[in-house]
């Protein structure tokens, strides 16, 4: 029911009264509408970044172990474990003639019926090969020096050792290098250790006794490691990477410093650029692959490639946020960087005088792309990065030797990671230098295609027996 005034001016005042209450009430709303909306906008945030995985994200692989992402087959269905259709199956080769101990040969006398097979001839064999542990599996022998006393100078002399036989210590070098190969290769702990010498060598060996050995062996890489330690330096390129590690506590980082036939682990108080001056020198002249963290950045080596696989996760989480220019933006530049590694995969098929005005005019769209202006905030951050670097993100489409993406140092430092998950890391000067000396052995005879085990019990056998010590510098790059 309208209300009744006693004058015009009654009425005018009353209706803008009302019209005032009104514009109140919807500034009201509208604030609590913005204020609403900002809280959307930070809880999708916090969902974008929930969802971030090791495919759209910096992220280690690890962490998929908690929300991993989804996988399968397209047709939605679980895949089946085992072989799938198509997989050539793999089979293990025979035992080698000089590999063979002993060699029986069984020849039947009846048939399944009874009937004599004596004077028949002998048809070829079926093989049968099976490898066993051996009852005693540890060799003890005990070497007695005896003496005799000098008539002219009165000193009593003791017998040498037999040639090849270590001095010092109570375990042969073999049995050395196999407790350092199970440390450093295997990840087994000290604990470990006694339980398998005891049970299964038939050895009482104490912790300390274990912790000793581990150092002498530690002493007799020292050798090689600062041997490979000088030789990097000399490489045209270089994948780095670091991780965290902890000593007694303490937060450590460990460096891997990789080609395709080294990896030299370097163990530091310091995550800064100081490692890199330390290890390659201030004046460096090849090419860093790595990430983006700034230590490489700072150190501003002339040549670098950045890890594309680092960049190329980033733009997929902006397809993932809600933001429609955030999609747009990120689709747009996936598309780009899709087109190029396409083309480069198929470099060797496409004349050098065609295949780099293409690489450039790809490169070209990119960086047009990063040169956008009002961007939302992800895509600002991302299409800054893409102008600072520069070349120093494609360096590789003109350079044989240097990879895209830094997944040979990733791949490198994963064995150690492992260790350090498995054993807790180390608890002393003496153990941070056995493991970055381990680590390097291990990782470096993987990729020459030499045995680990072997290069251990060389190197410890050389430096008993005062031999040239075995090397782990490669004959070429």
């Known amino acids: 029911m309208e209300p009744t005034f006693a004058s015009f001016q009654d009425e005018r005042q009353f209706y803008q009264q009302r019209i005032a209450d009104l514009e109140s009430q919807l500034a009201q709303r509208d604030a609590r509408i913005a204020d609403l909306e900002q809280k959307v906008a930070f809880l999708t945030e916090q969902v974008a970044k929930l969802s971030k995985n090791s495919s759209n994200s910096s992220k280690p692989p690890s962490s998929d172990i908690v929300n991993p992402p989804k996988s399968g087959p397209s047709d939605g269905q679980p895949r089946k474990q085992g072989g799938q259709p198509g997989h050539n199956g793999a089979h293990r080769q025979p035992f080698s003639l000089d590999q063979i101990d002993e060699v029986y040969e069984d020849i039947p006398d009846h048939c399944p019926k009874g009937h004599d097979l004596s004077g028949q001839p002998l048809l070829e064999p079926r093989i049968h090969q099976q490898a066993e542990r051996v009852e005693k599996p540890v060799k003890i022998t005990e070497h007695r020096r005896y003496a005799k006393r000098c008539p002219?100078?009165?000193?009593?002399?003791?017998?040498?050792?037999?040639?090849?036989?270590?001095?010092?210590?109570?375990?042969?070098?073999?049995?050395?290098?196999?407790?350092?190969?199970?440390?450093?290769?295997?990840?087994?702990?000290?604990?470990?250790?006694?339980?398998?010498?005891?049970?299964?060598?038939?050895?009482?060996?104490?912790?300390?006794?274990?912790?000793?050995?581990?150092?002498?062996?530690?002493?007799?890489?020292?050798?090689?490691?600062?041997?490979?330690?000088?030789?990097?330096?000399?490489?045209?390129?270089?994948?780095?990477?670091?991780?965290?590690?902890?000593?007694?506590?303490?937060?450590?980082?460990?460096?891997?410093?990789?080609?395709?036939?080294?990896?030299?682990?370097?163990?530091?108080?310091?995550?800064?650029?100081?490692?890199?001056?330390?290890?390659?020198?201030?004046?460096?002249?090849?090419?860093?692959?790595?990430?983006?963290?700034?230590?490489?950045?700072?150190?501003?080596?002339?040549?670098?490639?950045?890890?594309?696989?680092?960049?190329?996760?980033?733009?997929?989480?902006?397809?993932?946020?809600?933001?429609?220019?955030?999609?747009?933006?990120?689709?747009?530049?996936?598309?780009?960087?899709?087109?190029?590694?396409?083309?480069?995969?198929?470099r060797d098929k496409i004349p050098k005088e065609r295949f780099d005005p293409l690489m450039q005019k790809i490169q070209n769209r990119i960086f047009v792309l990063a040169q956008r202006e009002n961007l939302p905030k992800h895509s600002r951050r991302l299409a800054r990065r893409i102008r600072k670097h520069g070349g120093a993100l494609f360096r590789f489409l003109f350079d044989p030797l240097v990879s895209p993406t830094n997944n040979l140092a990733e791949q490198s430092i994963r064995h150690s990671v492992l260790n350090q998950r498995l054993t807790q890391g180390s608890r002393s000067e003496m153990g941070r230098r056995w493991n970055e000396r381990i680590f390097t052995v291990v990782g470096t005879c993987r990729k020459q295609g030499r045995s680990a085990w072997q290069f251990l019990c060389d190197t410890v056998s050389a430096h008993y027996c005062h031999m040239p010590m075995p090397s782990l510098i490669p004959q070429t790059y």
């Open 152 to 346: 002219i100078c009165d000193q009593i002399v003791y017998a040498d050792l037999s040639e090849g036989v270590a001095g010092d210590p109570l375990f042969g070098p073999r049995l050395t290098a196999l407790a350092a190969y199970m440390k450093g290769a295997l990840h087994t702990t000290y604990s470990g250790l006694e339980d398998f010498s005891r049970d299964v060598l038939g050895l009482t060996i104490s912790r300390s006794l274990l912790c000793n050995m581990i150092a002498r062996v530690s002493a007799t890489l020292q050798p090689a490691y600062d041997e490979l330690g000088e030789h990097v330096p000399t490489a045209p390129v270089l994948n780095i990477d670091e991780s965290g590690w902890k000593d007694n506590g303490v937060k450590y980082w460990l460096w891997i410093f990789a080609t395709n036939t080294i990896s030299l682990f370097v163990l530091a108080r310091s995550r800064s650029s100081k490692v890199l001056y330390e290890v390659l020198g201030a004046t460096w002249s090849g090419t860093i692959v790595s990430d983006f963290f700034s230590a490489y950045v700072k150190y501003a080596n002339t040549l670098q490639q950045f890890c594309l696989a680092h960049l190329i996760r980033d733009i997929k989480f902006l397809t993932t946020l809600p933001d429609p220019m955030e999609q747009a933006f990120g689709t747009l530049l996936l598309s780009q960087f899709r087109r190029l590694f396409h083309l480069w995969h198929r």
